[in-house]
């Protein structure tokens, strides 16, 4: 396969029964599904037999507001993502898990644990926690602004890779007959303290697969980004202009370089939602059919969660512009940038566009044939702008299946994405390096 | 089935690859197994082909001295038994988890979604954690005393309660058409303000099958029967003698009672150890095979462990006494008083005392043929001892599998246990009913 073009790569971003917030609404959408383990079973069925890199799930650590329009990513991402461990057997598995919320040890033993368990298929897709009421949930007066939730995450991620380098690949002697299990001399401490950790170490769990899990940062403020080309070896990032993407993707791989770091180590997927038909036009029609079936008490909700403003008095068929934002850092800048574009290059009434904003929720959207979805792909991977997607069905399991049933076929033509695995860890799908122990600290040490 | 007189309930204590010290030294046993997830599964299945009610996992969140001689349990149980749910379909998963060194809202939300993604078969093992060297991995300046981490541990138990209890059973409604998702006055805010937490909620996970994880609890110290009689539908603890097992059964019961819960919803679990042999003299060389293959260095630190004193200086060929503990107080008392006894009671080596202790680390050693064995359990579960057992096996899988083939079969021809599930979640495998809504704020609130 060496004479193979540079490859894809492809997580399946599964919500629930589907991204799109009217999915549930859908006569072939079971709601019960939200909480059944056989229909994520069936998605990860859906997703390792379309042989994608990954599947990947995000972390929700309080019931959002408007629960009663929609369902919500209800179970805890990781400990889902660790069931489905025993059903699968190649697939990469990414939960999502907050670096405010948690504390450092518990992640790190957890997930070195998934990796044992999977077999080398463990990823961490490192957040902050955007949802200001999480805080209530966790014993805090209050969310922690940007800044300080990611001074932080970095001394997490310190911490946690510190941890992860507590075993030497060969500590584990197993002599039966002179009685020694380990050779103490290959267990290093951690002694770590710092401004918000002390953490003796080692971990107890000798060192996984992987080396540690693939750390995916999803998150492109400045500190974001600043965070991924330190740490991240996946970027999972909301781009719905290609021009945008060329300029992040060049800005992270520089950033990373800078760092020390080689830039095709870190494998950057935008998020990409579609709609899918045999025409354009039943493509069309597929997208309107879920956006006839919006609620706009959910809408208006989520318009005001990223744009701080409540339009619940603005009559819904009148025309609407929202305003630019008048500060620069904050945690929903891209996505309120993008309805003030949206509203002010075009004329649209409140419904017309809380209808456009539910379909990707500041995602690439392709809408069309399956020739028109891959070639979007192949258009965003050959001109700078990605490595491979996040690809976010709006319905589950039906878009999934879909896009495995009439996308690939397509892109394996093209001979962008592999017929099957040729390696069995999440490393291997994603072409990245086992780190050697204390391999980053080496490098952060030298970045500094 | 309801002729049937009271039946056992069984359960599977797996330890790496065996509690016993020694396991890991015999010709038979795996070393790479320990962190394996196919040794996992093979146990999971062996336990799941006996019907036993469930397996279960102990926590370290720390790296215990004296790893060179031995393994350990190495990897997390909570992420272990999650990947174990996939592969299994009836039996109960129970993981161990401190309230000492984690969040109430974290732990609410694993087990729940651990509940919902096996289908009902959630447990969690309630400690505080004894080990005080845990302290330095989370932050703590030292391991809180049995007094703080007791009153924690029921705050943090009332927390989850109220979590557990954030949805009521018919809050979803799915009404496609009117487009309501969920009902907003089927979900209960918890809002808890105490000393140790501060818990907004709801939960964001609808109730779980069992409507909550079944509650076990281990620890027969003041304190700890206490928190078992207000809270456990379960109970593990280490027994070795008859008389006194039976004294705290009838201690714990009448506890209970005296919180006006049904003595019979709570479960009680000694641990019970076992070397088989086709003959007595088999069974007894079994053992001593894994006795002969301790090394002292291990047994010298679990003994300073529990008894506070450093016998290293010792002659392991000298008789050996162990005073009386001076405080009544603390978290090794039943094991300290059992080795006093042991040392007052007959003479012994220290290294004879060592292999003595290596065995059964405090709990019932049964050695004998299939039919001491199973005789055994039969006195104590119709002395009022037990109402079942948490059973340890020496080696894995070899151990558990010989349970399974030779001693099951005498109990089951005895009728004391299930020829197979007559349910599918771990409440109806220990007769222990689905609580309603809101039912143990009740309870509690008469009982104080």
Do not use: C
Request: proline letters at 6%; charged letters at 25%.
């Amino acid at each position: 396969m060496s004479a193979n073009p540079r490859q894809l790569h492809l997580n399946a971003f599964l919500r629930n029964v589907g991204q799109h917030e009217a999915a549930w609404r859908l006569p072939e959408t079971d709601v019960a599904a939200v909480t059944d383990i056989e229909h994520y079973r069936n998605l990860a069925r859906i997703a390792e037999s379309g042989k994608l890199d990954a599947i990947f799930f995000a972390d929700h650590p309080v019931l959002k507001e408007r629960s009663q329009d929609r369902p919500w990513d209800a179970l805890d991402p990781f400990t889902l993502i660790a069931a489905l461990s025993g059903v699968t057997s190649h697939i990469g598995l990414v939960a999502t898990a907050s670096t405010t919320y948690n504390d450092p040890y518990g992640i790190a033993r957890r997930f070195a644990t998934l990796d044992h368990v999977s077999r080398g298929r463990a990823g961490w897709n490192v957040v902050t926690t955007a949802n200001a009421e999480a805080a209530a949930n966790f014993g805090f007066e209050h969310h922690p602004d940007p800044a300080e939730r990611y001074a932080r995450a970095a001394e997490f991620l310190d911490v946690a890779y510190g941890l992860w380098d507590s075993w030497e690949d060969d500590a584990i002697v197993g002599d039966k007959e002179g009685g020694v299990f380990v050779d103490p001399d290959g267990i290093n401490r951690l002694d770590h303290v710092g401004r918000h950790f002390k953490v003796a170490g080692p971990l107890e769990i000798p060192r996984s697969p992987q080396g540690r899990p693939v750390i995916f940062q999803a998150g492109s403020s400045e500190p974001g980004k600043e965070l991924a080309a330190r740490y991240a070896e996946a970027i999972f990032t909301a781009q719905p202009v290609l021009k945008d993407a060329q300029v992040f993707y060049a800005d992270v791989k520089g950033r990373a370089r800078s760092f020390g770091r080689d830039p095709d180590k870190i494998v950057i997927l935008p998020g990409l939602s579609f709609f899918i038909g045999g025409t354009e036009e039943e493509a069309n029609a597929r997208q309107e059919t879920f956006e006839n079936l919006t609620l706009p008490t959910y809408g208006l909700a989520q318009l005001r969660r990223v744009t701080g403003i409540d339009f619940t008095d603005h009559d819904l068929d009148d025309p609407v512009r929202i305003p630019a934002r008048a500060e620069v850092a904050g945690d929903h800048k891209s996505r309120h940038d993008l309805v003030h574009r949206l509203t002010s290059t075009e004329t649209l009434t409140l419904r017309q566009l809380l209808r456009r904003l539910s379909a990707g929720r500041g995602h690439r959207i392709a809408t069309g044939t399956p020739d028109q979805v891959a070639a979007t792909i192949v258009e965003w991977f050959e001109q700078g702008a990605a490595d491979g997607f996040n690809l976010i069905p709006p319905s589950l399991p039906t878009s999934l299946q879909t896009f495995v049933d009439e996308v690939l076929p397509i892109l394996r033509a093209k001979r962008l994405f592999r017929e099957d695995y040729e390696g069995t860890t999440l490393r291997e799908h994603l072409g990245l390096d086992r780190p050697a122990v204390g391999e980053r600290n080496r490098f952060a040490a030298a970045a500094e």
